[in-house]
């Protein structure tokens, strides 16, 4: 008996005939997040970003406060390696021409300064002294002498004499006497500081720069040790240099102003003044240290000795430049006038005197970085205004910037 046959099911119709689509199971639901997930390096490089900037912060503000704190010690350290890269020529010519320890030679040096410095007080202080009180008592016949010549009418302050200002006066003139040892005292102080911190820094100046080349590289090591002879050739040949130029013109002036007929109490300070601001105020410094003695020498002995002043004053400033600065400050002092006035002004906006008295050397080294290191071309540009010095373009050419 055969089986019977097997009828297929029949097929899920819908209301319209068609075949109902099969009744897929749902996708499984993937978390986008886990998807996306950064890789472990960047949360490390966070971390150890935020942890290097909390770092450098932190030693940025303590940093700052310690300077903020140590102030005054920084600056002695500044003003004393300034003096000790002036030192530093004389003790080493002293220690390779005669085999002296470098203690010794820098205690040489000191020993010269200071005894200089001493003649200079001996002889300048009295005369400063007796400058004023012949000033003082003198008042009156050089106003009468200023209004007679220009036909001025100016007239001295009126001294009170009772005994009621006799004592507030005095009573002043002891609070300045007070005020100025206090700061005699402090200046002393700081000018012990820096004597002691420029003798170790010139005696032992050696091996402070091997410990410091020591830590850099070959090639870093010429470079540094280049710019540490540049700073050390600038500085003390600027200062030997001016020293002596300062030496000559303060000399020659005071013959010159005795030569007029100024008496030598007038004389001395004015030519101390003269060759001093002249020497170490660059650009202006000419026309301030020989104006005043100009003047004073126009009211106390009259027009004729001014104008031999003024003339003498315009003669040695033409030696100095064409003579004596180029063979005393040779290789030493190469800035131009623009670049020393602002460096002048810009040292002393930052430190006051000191630093207008040490931004020259600074400016001198800085433009002998310039000068001779990184690449140089040569100029193929051809320009109409330096024609007399560049060959002029050939025929049809024209200065036109290239597409």
Same mark, same amino acid.
């Given at each position: 008996?055969?089986?019977?046959s ?32 950064k890789?472990?390096?960047?949360d490390?490089?966070v971390?150890s ?8 912060v932190a030693a ?17 350290l ?21 085999g ?7 205690g040489?040096v ?39 010549r ?24 002891g ?35 091997? $410990? ?14 280049w ?13 030997y ?35 001093f ?7 202006i ?32 400033q ?35 005197p000191?630093?207008?008295?040490? $931004? ?26 330096? $024609?007399?010095q ?7 050419a ?6």
């Open positions: 008996m055969a089986a019977p097997e009828t297929p099911a029949e097929p899920d119709l819908t209301e319209a005939g068609t075949r109902a689509p099969a009744v897929q199971p749902p996708a499984p639901v993937t978390d986008t997040t886990e998807a996306r997930a890789p472990p390096w960047v490390r490089f971390w970003a935020l942890w290097k900037a909390v770092v450098v940025v503000t303590a940093l700052t406060v310690a300077a903020t704190r140590a102030g005054d010690l920084l600056r002695t500044v003003v004393s390696g300034f003096f000790a890269l002036a030192l530093i020529p004389a003790v080493n010519y002293i220690h390779g021409r005669w002296w320890r470098r203690g010794a030679a820098v040489v000191y020993l010269v300064g200071v005894v200089s410095v001493v003649l200079l007080v001996v002889v300048l202080i009295p005369g400063i002294v007796a400058f004023a009180d012949a000033v003082s008592q003198n008042a009156d016949q050089l106003v009468g002498r200023l209004n007679d220009f036909g001025t009418s100016f007239a001295l302050p009126a001294t009170a004499t009772d005994a009621a200002s006799g004592s507030q006066a005095l009573s002043e003139w609070q300045r006497i007070l005020g100025f040892a206090s700061s005699g005292v402090a200046f002393a102080f700081t000018m012990l500081q820096v004597a002691m911190f420029t003798f170790y820094f010139a005696a032992d100046y050696p091996r402070i720069e091997r $410990a410091a080349l020591s830590r850099m590289s070959p090639d870093r090591q010429r470079f540094y040790g710019v540490t002879d540049t700073s050390i050739q600038q500085t003390g040949g600027y200062f240099s001016r020293a002596l130029l300062m030496l000559i013109n303060g000399s020659l002036s005071f013959l010159v102003m005795l030569l007029v007929g100024l008496d030598a109490v007038y004389a001395l300070p004015l030519a101390v003044f003269m060759g601001v002249s020497e170490f105020i660059p650009a410094g000419t026309y301030i240290g020989g104006a005043i003695p100009i003047a004073f020498v126009l009211v106390a002995e009259g027009l004729t000795p001014a104008l031999v002043l003024l003339g003498w004053v315009l003669v040695y033409q030696l100095e430049n064409l003579f004596l600065s180029p063979r005393l400050s040779a290789k030493t002092m190469e800035v131009n006038g623009a670049v020393a006035f602002g460096a002048a002004l810009a040292g002393g906006a930052i430190a006051g000191m630093g207008a008295f040490m $931004a020259l050397p600074v400016a001198a080294m800085i433009t002998a970085l310039i000068k001779n290191t990184g690449t140089r071309y040569d100029v193929v540009y051809q320009t109409k205004y330096d $024609a007399d560049i060959p002029t373009a050939p025929a049809g024209s200065n036109v910037a290239p597409s």
